[in-house]
């Protein structure tokens, strides 16, 4: 006999619970996604949740075997959009968990877009690992819809040269410092203006997940200035847990852009084959990154020919609120 299980928010202090859950997740999963108990703080720290509301634990015996969250974006233009999130223990699975964590995300999503922007049309998102098919058929039965595909993409460093390039028009590749932080979030803005489903990054939101993330790599990002004008970035992470786990030196580049009045001047290619060298330089493995397949600019194409390949597919699914 399984005890009923116990429903309750999450705190800061249940990041190793939660550490623990994900790593089992994973196992069965297979995503290649590793996080420590530190990592987690962080994440339940993010300046945008109030974990007291938008977050859940399922206990059962006191072990953590199921959790979700809602994590309301606080800027809105034509949609509102709130991410969800949830995961349930391998063991603890086919017991109905799953479908109470889903029903609790679809209720809280719609509660706080109508707390928030009740005059604009709502929408509740997550990532589904592709493979994942009791996932996606559980939000799929919960009113979610396939919207967007996105790849996973490695590149290995240990072996080929990687060229030099750089971009037209006199532009400069500088490493990445704080005195231009608050202009290189201004940039991602404007250069992910248009982009599906890209919400604007507030100043604590970059700070938090971005730039004063304790994965944040300075040393392995870069800017593409135009004279004192920051017109591509290149912002890299790198993971404790994922490579005590597995071994390997991953560099994650989070984030890459460049402004529109920029594009065509080969920012980009620039700034990715300075990553890639300076990898080499630094004993990193190899390079990895997410891109959305129908991305307008290119960004796929440019990735294929600098050596990236797809490692994992993950499909945006949405749900109107």
């Known amino acids: 006999m399984h005890a ?4 309750r928010p999450l705190t800061l202090d249940n990041a190793p619970a939660l550490a ?31 974990l007291t509301q938008d977050s859940v634990g399922v206990w059962s015996h006191g072990e953590l075997i199921g959790y979700a969250k809602a994590t309301g974006l606080p800027d809105a233009t034509d949609v509102h959009q709130v991410h969800v999130e949830g995961a349930v223990r391998p063991d603890a699975r086919g017991r ?32 589904i690992h592709a493979p994942n098919t009791t996932k996606r058929d559980l939000y799929q039965g919960a009113g979610f819809e396939a919207r967007r ?21 006199g532009l400069r590749v500088v490493p990445f410092t704080a005195v231009y932080d608050e202009a290189t979030r201004l940039a991602h803005n ?9 919400t604007p990054s507030s100043a604590d939101r970059w700070r938090h997940g971005t730039t004063g993330a304790r994965s944040f790599r300075p040393d392995m990002s870069f800017l593409a200035l135009d004279g004192d004008e920051v017109a591509g970035y ?26 529109p009045p920029w ?41 294929e020919r600098c050596g990236f390949r797809t490692r994992h597919t993950w499909i945006g699914y949405v749900r109107p609120l």
């Open 190 to 198: 404007e250069a992910f203006r248009d982009h599906w489903g890209h």
């Open 20 to 50: 623990e859950l994900f790593a089992a997740v994973e196992a069965a999963d297979g995503t290649d996604e590793h996080y420590d108990a530190d990592d987690l703080a962080e994440e339940l720290g993010d300046p945008r949740l109030e």
């Open 96 to 127: 109905g968990v799953g479908a109470d964590l889903v029903n609790w995300q679809v209720a809280r999503a719609a509660q706080l877009h109508r707390e928030r922007f009740p005059d604009l049309p709502g929408e509740a998102h997550i990532p």
């Open 263 to 303: 594009r065509g001047s080969g920012v980009a290619t620039a700034l990715l084959t300075t990553c890639l060298r300076t990898g080499q330089e630094q004993g990193f493995h190899r390079a990895a990154l997410n891109v959305d397949s129908a991305n307008a600019t290119g960004a796929l194409s440019l990735y």
């Open 4 to 7: 009923t299980p116990v429903h």
């Open 149 to 169: 595909w996105f790849f996973d993409m490695r590149r290995p460093l240990e072996s080929d040269e990687i060229p030099v390039t750089v971009p037209a028009g």
């Open 234 to 259: 290149l912002i890299s992470h790198e993971y404790d847990a994922d490579t005590a786990m597995t071994g390997i030196r991953e560099c994650w580049i989070a984030r890459l852009g460049t402004r």
